[in-house]
């Protein structure tokens, strides 16, 4: 009985898989300093030496305010808060920097005569604005004449560290300035966003009272 094929039950001959096995795709990727992102290959980090690619800077722009009746025009970041523009380009410190995020009232000042939280407003946005600070507020001069409320301060020992001091006589003017000073409660409402870790808030009403009605 004869056991030979005919040519059409011979199976083909294997062909040679085109696909690397996985331990050559390693390999290879590997000695090309490449990495297997999503599939493909993405190329390793440049050549020593070569230049990075120049990143653009934030965007900017130029803003002129009048700051306690002196005129200025600052470049600056668009993100700049009005209290970084007094602190870091104007140098006026007296407006301070507590909590950066208008919960203490440390950065009051008065915009407009409008007081703000001086670190939740950007500058850019106040072209042509009138800004007063601490450092505006006294009349000044040679006899060192006080603002009545910072002479109020004063007589009624409205501070301690002193730290919130600035912030709360300019929230202090604001809340004369717009007539909420009817009695020791509204002061109390209205100043409320200004906050006193030394705890003098009866006499610092009692300052707000005494500038309002000569009390």
């Known amino acids: 009985m004869s056991t030979e094929l005919t040519e059409s039950d011979v199976p083909p001959p294997a062909e040679p898989s085109s696909a690397p096995s996985r331990r050559a795709f390693i390999a290879t990727t590997t000695a090309v300093g490449g990495a297997v992102v999503a599939g493909g290959l993405v190329a390793g980090p440049p050549a020593l030496g070569a230049e990075p690619a120049a990143a653009d800077g934030p965007p900017g ?112 003017v604001g809340c004369v300035q717009e007539g909420h000073t009817g009695s020791a409660e509204e002061i109390r409402e209205w100043m409320s966003g200004n906050i006193c870790r030394c705890g003098c808030y009866v006499k610092i009403v009692r300052a707000v009272e005494q500038t309002a009605h000569g009390k």
């Open 61 to 172: 722009s130029r803003v002129s305010l009048t700051v306690n009746g002196k005129r200025h025009t600052v470049a600056i970041d668009n993100r700049t808060s009005l209290l970084d523009l007094l602190r870091e380009h104007l140098g006026l410190t007296g407006s301070k920097k507590g909590c950066n995020a208008g919960a203490c009232g440390a950065c009051t000042v008065l915009v407009d005569g409008r007081r703000v939280n001086s670190c939740l407003t950007l500058a850019v946005r106040l072209e042509g604005a009138e800004i007063t600070t601490i450092e505006g507020l006294a009349p000044g001069g040679e006899d060192g004449e006080l603002h009545p409320l910072q002479q109020a301060f004063i007589e009624q020992d409205a501070f301690q560290c002193g730290y919130c001091t600035p912030g709360q006589i300019m929230s202090g």
